[in-house]
Antibody
Framework: EVQLVESGGGLVQPGGSLRLSCSAS????????MIWVRQAPGKGLEWVSA????????YYTDSVKGRLTISRDSSKNTLYLQMNSLGADDTAVYYC???????????????WGQGTLVTVSS | DIQMTQSPSTLSASVGDRVIITCRAS??????LAWYQQKPGKGPKLLIQ???SLQSGVPSRFSGSGSGTEFTLTISSLQPEDFATYHC?????????FGGGTKVEMK
């Protein structure tokens, strides 16, 4: 059974940084692209970033380019999202998600974590 | 970006009702559409991919139809465990986008 468990969320001041982690199990981690999706309070889901199974390709939505960095550690079966220069618009539940294949172009999400809340506020 | 518009945003229904949720894309996405179910405090669960293909283990009362720009999710006979929020997602473009969600609540 696929399991995705996020951690690292919390309260951070505007301009601050946070690193989210996602521990993955139940599948061969290197074989699948991984994704971060967020949901702001009262809003719909938003695709944030994705990384290929091999880690050599990454994608970011425009609003986070230059501030958020996705990475993965195959030795730990863990996905990361380094978040810098955070603003109020980044307040959201962040979900770790697994794609259905390994390429960066794989965009069907077949498994989701439970999410971790990031609140940007002074 | 491809905009996805779901309707209604909220739907009140009773157990046994037939429920239909609509998702409209701002341009053709062929059949690259998925439906997810989300319950409070949980991540979404994939129900349907490629507009009509039911995921393994998903009850047959769920079905999807459509292609191009107009899609529907139908629950043929609503069960107590189906009260949840439903999201559509297009995965045709380089930036996948989601609809705003439809909350199915008890009448």
């Amino acid at each position: 059974e696929v399991q995705l468990v996020e951690s690292g969320g919390g309260l951070v001041q505007p301009g601050g940084s946070l690193r989210l982690s996602c521990s993955a199990s139940g599948f061969t981690f290197n074989n699948y692209a991984m994704i971060w999706v967020r949901q702001a309070p009262g809003k719909g889901l938003e695709w944030v970033s994705a990384i290929s199974g091999s880690g050599d390709g990454a994608y970011y939505t425009d609003s986070v380019k230059g501030r958020l960095t996705i990475s993965r550690d195959s030795s730990k079966n863990t996905l990361y999202l380094q978040m810098n220069s955070l603003g109020a618009d980044d307040t959201a539940v962040y979900y770790c998600a697994k794609s259905d294949c390994g390429d960066i172009g794989c965009k069907l999400v077949d498994s989701w974590g439970q999410g971790t809340l990031v609140t940007v506020s002074s | 970006d491809i905009q996805m518009t779901q309707s209604p945003s909220t739907l009140s229904a009773s157990v046994g009702d037939r429920v239909i949720i609509t998702c409209r894309a701002s341009q053709s996405i062929n059949s690259w559409l998925a439906w997810y179910q989300q319950k409070p405090g949980k991540g979404p669960k994939l129900l349907i991919q490629k507009a009509t293909s039911l995921q393994s283990g998903v009850p047959s009362r769920f079905s999807g139809s459509g292609s191009g720009t107009e899609f529907t999710l139908t629950i043929s006979s609503l069960q107590p465990e189906d009260f949840a929020t439903y999201h559509c997602q297009q995965y045709r473009s380089s930036l996948p986008t989601f609809g705003g969600g439809t909350k199915v609540e008890m009448k």
